[in-house]
T-cell receptor, first 116, second 113 residues
Framework: AQKITQTQPGMFVQEKEAVTLDCTYD???????LFWYKQPSSGEMIFLIY??????QNATEGRYSLNFQKARKSANLVISASQLGDSAMYFC?????????????FGQGTILTVHP | DTGVSQDPRHKITKRGQNVTFRCDPI?????LYWYRQTLGQGPEFLTY????????KSRLLSDRFSAERPKGSFSTLEIQRTEQGDSAMYLC???????????FGPGTRLTVL
């Protein structure tokens, strides 16, 4: 079984500053994928970034980067230059196995609030 | 490309009634997933289809829940004899071969009175 732990129920950041959202995972699979999704108050889940367990480089997508530390089983999301529109719930998720399909197991989420 | 659509967006029902939700995936996506999300929690996996075949079901999917994807396009999720504990957001997602991410719909919020 897979498990995601997000220990920060809420985070606050000033606009234009960087913020790190923590995520640790547990899996017995050697091959897996890690995801971050954003859920604004409208409810729709928006894909942000993906990291494969065998990827040597940390994933980056625009202002989002994933700080992947395999030995520590952590996959923290870093948002640079925060914007007011970044205020939302953020979920870390894992998909076990080396395929591109299969269920995602999500953490409990972190609410991010960006202050002007 | 239109996104994943779900209907209805909101459903209020009385305990004991049956409800059915529909999900239309992104065109030509062969994989379709159902998740359930309760307030303050992350989504929990319910079931997964590849084309019309239901390949995996969570133990959360009790015998009151049934999902179908008869022609490998849209899917329906039916809950029979609803209970107050079924109140949640029901999310549908789709993906295609070779894609890593799943694309989510806006969800159907169910309230059981």
């Amino acid at each position: 079984a897979q498990k995601i732990t997000q220990t920060q129920p809420g985070m606050f950041v000033q606009e234009k500053e960087a913020v790190t959202l923590d995520c640790t995972y547990d899996t017995s699979d050697q091959s897996y994928g890690l995801f971050w999704y954003k859920q604004p108050s409208s409810g729709e889940m928006i894909f942000l970034i993906y990291q494969g367990s065998y990827d040597e480089q940390n994933a980056t997508e625009g202002r989002y980067s994933l700080n992947f530390q395999k030995a520590r089983k952590s996959a923290n999301l870093v948002i640079s230059a925060s914007q007011l529109g970044d205020s939302a719930m953020y979920f870390c998720a894992i998909r076990a196995g080396g395929t591109s399909y299969g269920k995602l197991t999500f953490g409990q989420g972190t609410i991010l609030t960006v202050h002007p | 490309d239109t996104g994943v659509s779900q209907d209805p967006r909101h459903k209020i029902t009385k305990r004991g009634q049956n409800v059915t939700f529909r999900c239309d995936p992104i065109s030509e996506h062969n994989r379709l997933y159902w998740y359930r999300q309760t307030l303050g929690q992350g989504p929990e996996f319910l079931t997964y289809f590849q084309n019309e075949a239901q390949l995996e079901k969570s133990r959360l999917l009790s015998d009151r829940f049934s999902a179908e994807r008869p022609k490998g396009s849209f899917s329906t999720l039916e809950i029979q004899r609803t209970e107050q504990g079924d109140s949640a957001m029901y999310l549908c997602a789709s993906s295609n071969s070779g894609q890593t991410e799943q694309f989510f719909g806006p969800g159907t919020r169910l309230t059981v009175l």
